[in-house]
């Protein structure tokens, strides 16, 4: 007798904590490629810069200084662009996380809902009531 009521407090306690599981795992799945994102970000937004320092050493005259100049503002347009571009990058990447959170909330209150019909129909109740 307590054999069957612990195995199936166990399974309840399984089911349960399936959800929280899942979540976990989507979280630290997201986590993971957000931090892949910044450290290629990074690395990105680095090389830009360290072009733009040697760009720099090669000023020695006036003619290098309009040179440098006129790539700066190429360097501008195009960095601007990248931004945008990552920006776009990251709110995708955001956006999926938080679907893929929504299908868990989705998939968790139908677990619930499945363990406890009764305390469903009673809420259905006091909503109609």
């Not at 320092?53 to 960095?79: C, F, I, N, W």
Request: charge should be negative; aromatic fraction near 6%; hydrophobic fraction near 35%.
């Amino acid at each position: 007798m307590y054999n069957e009521l612990f195995d199936k407090t166990q399974e309840q306690l399984n089911t349960m904590a399936e959800p929280v599981r899942r979540f976990n795992n989507v979280t630290l799945d997201h986590m993971a490629k957000l931090v892949d994102y910044q450290i290629s970000m990074f690395r990105g937004y680095s090389e830009v810069a360290i072009e733009q320092m040697r760009a720099m050493q090669t000023v020695h005259d006036p003619k290098s200084l309009e040179s440098y100049l006129k790539a700066q503002g190429e360097a501008a347009k195009s960095l601007s662009e990248k931004l945008a571009r990552d920006t776009s990058e990251l709110v995708e990447l955001h956006r999926g996380y938080s679907q893929e959170v929504q299908k868990l909330g989705e998939e968790s209150l139908a677990t619930v809902t499945r363990l406890h019909p009764e305390q469903d129909k009673a809420s259905a109740s006091r909503k109609s009531a």
